[in-house]
C-alpha cells in the first residue's frame, strides 16, 4: 500500500481509538425528519423514544419510535404532552391540555405505550399539572401542579391517590425527577432569583443547590449512575445541553452548537445521552456518550 493511501486508514485508525479510549465528541443524528420535538424519554428498553411531537400545525402527540424508525402517534386530541415511562416500561404518564378560550387545565393521564387504556390519573379543577416522572420502583408519581394557587411539587400513588405536598414556597419550579435510588430529587427553580438546580430529599428536606449561575439552568436529568447530571444552559449565551457532577464539579458543555439544543435524555445503559437540536435545519435528535 503506497504511504498515500496509508494516510487516510492511520488517520481513521486514530480516530477510532480516540473514540473507543475517551467520550464521543460529535453528536451522532438519530432522526431527520426535522419535526419540533420536546421532553425526550427513554425507555427502560432502551430501544423505544418518547416525545412531544409537534405532527401538525396546532397538534402536540405523544409519539414513540425506534430510532431512526417513523414516529407513532399515539394520541389525537390538540395538546398532549410531558411523557414519563413506567421503570416496568407497561405506562406512559403524560400530560393532557384543556383549553377554553384564554382558560384551561393541564391534566395528568396515564396509556398503554401502543395508545390504549387511557386514563386520568390527577386533576383539579382550574389547575396545571406538569412534568410527571415515576419512582424507580414504580410505586408513585412525581410532578408540579399549581392546585395550591403556587406551582408545587407533589407526588401521589401510581393511581392517583395519596397526593403528598413536597415543597411550600412562591418560586416556580419545574421538572422534578427522581433520583435512580429514589432518594433525592432534583428540580430546577427561581427560588433565589435566576433559574438553577436543585436537589430535595425524597420527603422534601434536605434541600440543595446544585448550580448558581447568572443564565438559566433548566431541565435537570439524573444519568441512571446516579453520579452526573446533563441540564439545558443560558450560561454561553444560547441554549446547551451540559452535563457536570452530582456535587456540580466537572461542568462540560457536550451540544457546543450555537444553534437550539435542549431536552436531554440518557438513555437507561447511563452511557448515551440524547437531546433535540436544530443544527442542521429542522429539531432533530442527537445523541453522544459524554
Known amino acids: 500500500m503506497s504511504a498515500t493511501r496509508r494516510l487516510p486508514a492511520l488517520a481513521a485508525s486514530i480516530l477510532g481509538l480516540a ?18 420535538k420536546e421532553e425526550l424519554a427513554w425507555a427502560p428498553d ?5 416525545c412531544a411531537l409537534y405532527h401538525r400545525p396546532g397538534r402536540i402527540g405523544i409519539a414513540v419510535a425506534e430510532p431512526p424508525g417513523a414516529w407513532t402517534i399515539l394520541t389525537t386530541d390538540p395538546v398532549e404532552r410531558a411523557p414519563a415511562w413506567s421503570p416496568d416500561g407497561k405506562r406512559l404518564a403524560f400530560i393532557h391540555v384543556t383549553q377554553s378560550g384564554t382558560d384551561g387545565e393541564l391534566d395528568l393521564h396515564e396509556m398503554a405505550p401502543d395508545g390504549s387504556g387511557r386514563r386520568v390519573l390527577f386533576a383539579a379543577p382550574k389547575s396545571f399539572e406538569n412534568h410527571p416522572s415515576w419512582s424507580p420502583d ?16 407533589y407526588t401521589a400513588g401510581a393511581d392517583g391517590g395519596d397526593p403528598r405536598r413536597l415543597t411550600q414556597d412562591p418560586s416556580l419550579k419545574q421538572y422534578p425527577s427522581w433520583s435512580p435510588d429514589g432518594r433525592r430529587i432534583l428540580f430546577n427553580s427561581n427560588r433565589d432569583g435566576g433559574f438553577d438546580l436543585y436537589e430535595m430529599d ?39 445541553v451540559y452535563v457536570m457532577e452530582r456535587d456540580g464539579s466537572g461542568l462540560r458543555n457536550v451540544s457546543r452548537h450555537p444553534g437550539f439544543d435542549f431536552s436531554p435524555a440518557w438513555k437507561p445503559d447511563g452511557k448515551t445521552l440524547a437531546w433535540v437540536s436544530d443544527r442542521d435545519g429542522g429539531f432533530d435528535v442527537y445523541a453522544l456518550q459524554p
Do not use: M, Y
Open 202 to 240: 425524597a420527603d422534601g428536606g434536605g434541600l440543595r443547590r446544585l448550580t448558581d449561575h447568572p443564565a438559566a439552568d433548566v431541565c435537570g436529568a439524573w444519568c441512571p449512575d446516579g453520579r452526573r447530571v446533563a441540564f439545558v444552559s443560558l450560561r454561553d449565551e444560547n441554549f446547551e
Open 138 to 153: 414504580g410505586k408513585r408519581l412525581l410532578f408540579t401542579t399549581t392546585r395550591d394557587k403556587t406551582q408545587e411539587i
Open 46 to 50: 432502551g430501544r423505544r423514544l418518547a
Open 19 to 36: 473514540a473507543a479510549g475517551g467520550a464521543q465528541e460529535t453528536p451522532r443524528r438519530l432522526t431527520r425528519d426535522g419535526l419540533r
